[in-house]
């Protein structure tokens, strides 16, 4: 075997061992990763999430944009859009061959509606961080302003200070 070659099967072979320990890494990684409580609370998140974004996506395309359509004289958001070119494909389909004409199409509706989503999503999320900030607080103040109740031989020893010192 030439040289060049053996040097070439050399850099393969401490490669190949170099990537199977960074994969072995990784994968012992994500097994601490995963292993993890937060891992089971972020993916009931996400599947809480996803449902909640078909909630928003159903409240802005049934609810919310059709008044804002008809104010708008039925204009379609979802649809609008420019026209800024064609293109034109060659298409084989069974032996024969057909050019289509396919519009290029900016489509700033589709954009304007999930700028909507969007913002009902973060005024959401704000209101339920805010509700959840002022209930903590409401919760703080009550530990404080509850002073603690001092244990059973300090309460004896107080009603009998106070017996002796009204003699």
Not at 16 to 30: C, S
Not at 52 to 65: A, H, P, Q
Request: with cysteine.
């Amino acid at each position: 075997m030439p040289a060049a070659a053996r040097r070439t099967n050399q850099r393969a072979h401490i490669l190949a061992i170099h990537q199977g320990e960074t994969a072995m890494g990784l994968l012992k990684e994500f097994r601490d990763f995963a292993m993890r409580g937060n891992v089971v609370d972020m993916a009931v998140g996400v599947i809480i999430g996803g449902a909640f974004g078909r909630i928003v996506t159903s409240l802005v395309n049934d609810v919310m944009m059709p008044p804002i359509a008809l104010w708008q004289q039925g204009a379609d958001f979802s649809k609008m859009g420019r026209t800024i070119g064609t293109v034109t494909k060659t298409i084989t389909k069974d032996g024969v061959e057909s050019q289509v004409t396919e519009a290029v199409v900016l489509k700033y509706g589709s954009l304007f509606q999930s700028i909507v989503d969007f913002t009902i999503v973060a005024i959401c999320l704000f209101l339920v961080i805010k509700i959840m900030n002022t209930a903590r607080k409401r919760f703080e103040e009550q530990k404080i302003e509850k002073p603690a109740e001092a244990p059973a031989d300090i309460k004896l020893l107080t009603e009998i200070r106070d017996l002796l010192a009204a003699k």
